[in-house]
């Protein structure tokens, strides 16, 4: 079994900042990317940043410039570093592994719980 737990959301004035971490445990072989996804009322959820294993990154236009993913591969932990934040990044934030098991040949998607993220004065 693969889990994948979220933590770090909560209540933030715009402008101001949050770290989300997430972490992977479990019987994992090895975990191809890792990255952030969210999901606002009454949308789709949508991409905000991944890292694959070797590092590259990937981000939405929308967080460029302001939002910053790391991994810690030794500790298949992830971190989402948001600054600079706005209303408009108000969502349930949810973490993303695509992770290949003991015993599996290819990789499947985990999910975590999501975590809540309010920007609001």
């Known amino acids: 079994q693969v889990q994948v737990v979220e933590s770090g959301g909560g209540l933030v004035q715009p402008g101001g900042s949050l770290r989300l971490s997430c972490s992977a445990s479990?019987?994992?072989?090895?975990?191809?990317?890792m990255g952030w996804y969210r999901q606002a009322p009454g949308k789709q959820r949508e991409l905000v940043a991944t890292?694959?294993?070797?590092?590259?990154?990937n981000y939405a236009n929308s967080v460029k410039g302001r939002f910053t993913i790391t991994r810690d591969n030794a500790k298949n932990t992830v971190y989402l570093e948001m600054n600079s934040l706005k209303p408009e990044d108000t969502a349930t934030y949810y973490c993303?592994?695509?992770?290949?098991?003991?015993?599996?040949?290819?990789?499947?998607?985990?999910w975590g719980q999501g975590t809540q993220v309010t920007v609001s004065s």
């Open positions: 479990g019987s994992i072989s090895s975990i191809v990317i």
């Open positions: 890292i694959a294993s070797g590092g590259r990154t």
């Open positions: 993303n592994g695509f992770i290949i098991a003991v015993g599996s040949r290819w990789p499947t998607d985990y």
